[in-house]
Structures are given as structure tokens and as C-alpha cells.
């Protein structure tokens, strides 16, 4: 009995050793697996961490990028308004001048165009002039200072101030607006860059 005993004791022995040694493997496995899954993880995590990252990087250079543009948009816009409201004041100048002002600026104008000797052509005035600016004494005594003729055509119905001359169907246009509006078109850009630069 002793010896059943003993073989008894001696295979229980063995068997706790083996399920130690056993349960010792399969702990040090459930770490190593549970290591190497946390390191995955983590891996995965920076990983994603980073994407997000740059994702953001790239929303906000996206985002910077437009309220750059939106505020680029706002101020052209606004020295646009601003342009046209130079504009309209220097419209609103010409439109105030008075007689000598007004007379000084056509005979500028009148002497400059490129008319042979002994030429006669057409001066119409807008019907918005006031009558008392381009006069019948006014007109003869700049024809006596210019090598071609001024005569009298019929006043032209528009909404801007200022003249026109023609020469049989050919028309040089001195309304103020349309001057105005041709500065604008040809000149704006230094204009701008006069009015805006610091």
C-alpha cells in the first residue's frame, strides 16, 4: 500500500509540476500575446493619431487658404466701390464746374484734336450744359484761336454732361461721363495702385 502510495504521491507530483510548468507557459504566452496586442494598438493608435493630424493640417490650409481668398474677394471688392465712388465724385466735380472751369476744359480739349487747317466740323453740346457755358461769343473767339472751324450743331440728348464733335458721321466724344468712364477702363490699375499702395 505504501508503494501505491508513494506512485500516487509521485504521479500527483509530477502532474502539479506539469500544470505549473503549464500554467507558467500558457501566463507567459497570455503576456507575450497581450504585449504584442498592445504594441499593435499603439502602433495603430500613432498610426491613426497621425492621419488625424495631417487630416487637420490639411483643413486648416484648406480653411486659410479660403479666408485668404474670401478676404482677397472683400477688399477688391471694396477698392472696386471705392474706385467707383472716386469716380462719381470726380463726375459729380466736372458736372459742379463753373462757366470758366467748364470753357477751359473744352478749349483743352478743342485744341488738341487733330483737324487740318480751314476744317470745319460740328461742336454739340449735351442738353444737360447749362446754356450760358458754351456761348455764341465763347465759340467765336476760340475759333480765332484754332486752325480749323467750330459751328454750332444741335444739342445731344444724353444723361452726361460735356460735348461731342463731328466730322460728317466721325465723333469725338468729350462727355464727361464717357471720359470718365475710358480713364476708368485704361487707367484704373494705377489708379488703384495710387490710391491703395502704402
Excluded at 480739349?109 to 455764341?136: H, R
Aim: hydrophobic residues 40%.
Amino acid at each position: 500500500m505504501d508503494a501505491i502510495t508513494k506512485i500516487i504521491e509521485q504521479i500527483d507530483e509530477a502532474a502539479t509540476v506539469k500544470r505549473t510548468a503549464f500554467e507558467k507557459e500558457q501566463r507567459a504566452q497570455i503576456d507575450a500575446d497581450f504585449l504584442k496586442q498592445k504594441q499593435k494598438l499603439e502602433i495603430e493608435d500613432q498610426k491613426l493619431q497621425a492621419q488625424l493630424t495631417k487630416n487637420q493640417k490639411v483643413k486648416y490650409k484648406q480653411l486659410h487658404a479660403r479666408q485668404q481668398m474670401e478676404v482677397k474677394q472683400e477688399t477688391l471688392m471694396a477698392k472696386q466701390s471705392y474706385l467707383s465712388q472716386v469716380f462719381s465724385e470726380a463726375y459729380a466735380k466736372m458736372q459742379a464746374w463753373d462757366v470758366a472751369e467748364a470753357q477751359s476744359f473744352a478749349a483743352s480739349c478743342l485744341e488738341q484734336l487733330p483737324f487740318e487747317a480751314d476744317k470745319k466740323v460740328v461742336f454739340q453740346p449735351s442738353k444737360q450744359m447749362p446754356a450760358e457755358i458754351y456761348t455764341a461769343d465763347w465759340l467765336a473767339k476760340l475759333n480765332a484761336k484754332l486752325r480749323y472751324e467750330l459751328h454750332y450743331g444741335d444739342p445731344i440728348t444724353t444723361e452726361s454732361y460735356g460735348f461731342v464733335v463731328d466730322d460728317k458721321g466721325v465723333q469725338y466724344n468729350f462727355l464727361y461721363r464717357d471720359l470718365l468712364n475710358e480713364i476708368k477702363a485704361t487707367d484704373s490699375n494705377s489708379i488703384s495702385k495710387m490710391l491703395f499702395e502704402e
